[in-house]
T-cell receptor
Framework: DGGITQSPKYLFRKEGQNVTLSCEQNLNHDAMYWYRQDPGQGLRLIYYSQIVNDFQKGDIAEGYSVSREKKESFPLTVTSAQKNPTAFYLC?????????????FGPGTRLTVL | ELKVEQNPLFLSMQEGKNYTIYCNYSTTSDRLYWYRQDPGKSLESLFVLLSNGAVKQEGRLMASLDTKARLSTLHITAAVHDLSATYFCAVDMKTSGSRLTFGEGTQLTVNP
């Protein structure tokens, strides 16, 4: 089955800890994206990657970091510099960033700071 | 900066009724997407609208795009309880590739 997987489904973080959220896709898509969703709100773009070994900041990149060493994988690290990280995190992919393409979403990771 | 506004943000309707959700956006674009999100779940793609006058229908939902008015509508016909969800529109601009800007979402509740 082709699709996007995210792990873990639920994640708890203590103050001052860095945590990494996994996102993997087997759709052979070039572009991948990370969004944050707060309760009752829309999605805000954190980072996106158009191609392997390249990524750009989105609208709310502060306190987050990413890497894109493989086409299939786009992990997101939530650092201790992110002051309010409790949220629902969604990873998405599309065929290419350079033309219109609908984005397909993974199941999400719900991060809670204890 | 591209801004996307949806209205209403909350919609409670009875089964069997019709209603329309509106999505306005601030800059020129001819690519608009509608997504559905069930509580606690991810987003599911509903419609992709890629040109002025585009109309797409799936079951009781119909989406349209008017690029001159910078407006898309999602029309619900004879609502059923299974349509209860949050609906998002998202817009991208040709200059930004497929980077999407999302509206705040419309939370739809269909009551028996």
């Amino acid at each position: 089955d082709g699709g996007i997987t995210q792990s873990p489904k639920y994640l708890f973080r203590k103050e001052g800890q860095n945590v990494t959220l996994s996102c993997e896709q087997n759709l052979n898509h070039d572009a991948m994206y990370w969004y944050r969703q707060d309760p009752g709100q829309g999605l805000r773009l954190i980072y996106y990657s158009q191609i392997v070994n390249d990524f750009q900041k989105g609208d709310i990149a502060e306190g987050y970091s990413v890497s894109r060493e493989k086409k299939e994988s786009f992990p997101l690290t939530v650092t201790s510099a992110q002051k309010n990280p409790t949220a629902f995190y969604l990873c998405a992919s599309s065929i290419s960033h350079y033309s219109y393409n609908e984005q397909f979403f993974g199941p999400g990771t719900r991060l809670t700071v204890l | 900066e591209l801004k996307v506004e949806q209205n209403p943000l909350f919609l409670s309707m009875q089964e069997g009724k019709n209603y329309t959700i509106y999505c306005n956006y601030s800059t020129t674009s001819d690519r608009l997407y509608w997504y559905r999100q069930d509580p606690g779940k991810s987003l599911e793609s509903l419609f992709v609208l890629l040109s002025n006058g585009a109309v797409k229908q799936e079951g009781r939902l119909m989406a349209s795009l008017d690029t001159k008015a910078r407006l898309s509508t999602l029309h619900i016909t004879a609502a059923v309880h299974d349509l209860s969800a949050t609906y998002f529109c998202a817009v991208d601009m040709k200059t930004s590739g497929s980077r999407l800007t999302f509206g705040e979402g419309t939370q739809l509740t269909v009551n028996p």
